[in-house]
């Protein structure tokens, strides 16, 4: 199985904006692919906890680095 990784620049955008990017990437993504999303919105770490919750996806690693926060999910729950 190959594990297809994609990066989603979402710096500089506020709610919901960096979770609007994720979706549209998840929609192209399928089970294994590795998803990694760069963003700046402070409120950013709480929503991808709220995406993960509701999508049931995993959330690998979220750091936060001096100029942005980084998202890794793989994922997992494609239907």
Do not use: H, Q
């Amino acid at each position: 199985m190959s594990e297809a990784k994609k990066v989603v620049d979402a710096r500089g955008l506020s709610c919901p904006g960096p979770i609007t990017n994720l979706t549209k990437a998840y929609r192209d993504a399928k089970n294994g692919d590795v998803l990694e999303i760069w963003a700046t919105d402070p409120g950013f770490k709480s929503d991808i906890k709220a995406w993960i919750e509701r999508t049931k996806n995993e959330l690998v690693e979220l750091r936060e680095e001096k100029d942005k926060i980084i998202a890794i999910i793989k994922i997992t729950a494609k239907k």
